[in-house]
């Protein structure tokens, strides 16, 4: 089975510095998508970044990027010029199927002004 | 915006009672999912819908049941409620069309206590 690691339950950063987040899965299969998710203290998860495992291009999305390692399956998310409102958990998932998406067990980041 | 909406933030039951837990999307999403969320064990999927009476079992079926009787409507049911089914139960959904790589909507959550 596929398995989703987050090897750092916690991370702080400086406001407006950059702070990467690991994580890691374990997969036998060559086409998926990887995601990261953003749980606020509201709870509302929302997508913050989405990688096609086909695409050798890391994927950006403003002050959000990816370092996408296929062949070592490691997938880590980089916030660039951290904001007060970036301090969240965050979750790294794993999607092969419809009915098949693996989360991590997820990284607290807190922000310090 | 999509809008996944759970009905009860907050609920508080006695171990043995019937638990209902609502869900409701607005975008005709053909996927719909329940997700158990506990401290250090991120999100685990409960059950999951790709259709109108379809479900499949996820990874802790056990202790739940699921009813899918219209498209935007997809319900978490307690049978008989225990104290280690307290938890954060996240509801979500997707488009469907074979595409893994469609967005998964979360609605805000369900805080489950059993007392």
Same mark, same amino acid.
């Given at each position: 089975?596929?398995?989703?690691?987050?090897?750092?339950?916690?991370?702080?950063?400086?406001?407006?510095?950059?702070?990467?987040?690991?994580?890691?899965?374990?997969?036998?299969?060559?086409?998926?998508?990887?995601?990261?998710?953003?749980?606020?203290?509201?709870?509302?998860?929302?997508?913050?970044?989405?990688?096609?495992?086909?695409?050798?291009?890391?994927?950006?999305?403003?002050?959000?990027?990816?370092?996408?390692?296929?062949?070592?399956?490691?997938?880590?998310?980089?916030?660039? /010029?951290?904001?007060?409102?970036?301090?969240?958990?965050?979750?790294?998932?794993?999607?092969?199927?419809?009915? /098949?998406?693996?989360?991590?067990?997820?990284?607290?980041?807190?922000?310090?002004? | 915006?999509?809008?996944?909406?759970?009905?009860?933030?907050?609920?508080?039951?006695?171990?043995?009672?019937?638990?209902?837990?609502?869900?409701?999307?607005?975008?005709?999403?053909?996927?719909?999912?329940?997700?158990?969320? /506990?401290?250090?064990?991120?999100?685990?999927?409960?059950?999951?819908?790709?259709?109108?009476?379809?479900?499949?079992?996820?990874?802790?079926?056990?202790?739940?049941?699921?009813?899918?009787?219209?498209?935007?409507?997809?319900?978490?049911?307690?049978?008989?409620?225990?104290?280690?089914?307290?938890?954060?139960?996240?509801?979500?959904?997707?488009?469907?069309?074979?595409?893994?790589?469609?967005?998964?909507?979360?609605?805000?959550?369900?805080?489950?206590?059993?007392?």
């Amino acid at each position: 089975a596929q398995t989703v690691t987050q090897s750092q339950p916690e991370m702080s950063v400086q406001e407006a510095e950059t702070v990467t987040l690991s994580c890691t899965y374990d997969t036998s299969e060559s086409d998926y998508y990887l995601f990261w998710y953003k749980q606020p203290p509201s709870r509302q998860m929302i997508l913050v970044i989405r990688q096609e495992a086909y695409k050798q291009q890391n994927a950006t999305e403003n002050r959000f990027s990816v370092n996408f390692q296929k062949a070592a399956k490691s997938f880590s998310l980089k916030i660039s /010029d951290s904001q007060l409102g970036d301090a969240a958990m965050y979750f790294c998932a794993y999607r092969r199927t419809n009915n /098949d998406m693996r989360f991590g067990a997820g990284t607290r980041l807190t922000v310090k002004p | 915006d999509v809008k996944v909406t759970q009905s009860s933030r907050y609920l508080v039951k006695r171990t043995g009672e019937k638990v209902f837990l609502e869900c409701v999307q607005d975008m005709d999403h053909e996927n719909m999912f329940w997700y158990r969320q /506990d401290p250090g064990l991120g999100l685990r999927l409960i059950y999951f819908s790709y259709d109108v009476k379809m479900k499949e079992k996820g990874d802790i079926p056990e202790g739940y049941s699921v009813s899918r009787e219209k498209k935007e409507r997809f319900s978490l049911i307690l049978e008989s409620a225990s104290t280690n089914q307290t938890s954060m139960y996240l509801c979500a959904s997707s488009s469907g069309g074979g595409y893994s790589g469609n967005t998964i909507y979360f609605g805000e959550g369900s805080w489950l206590t059993v007392v």
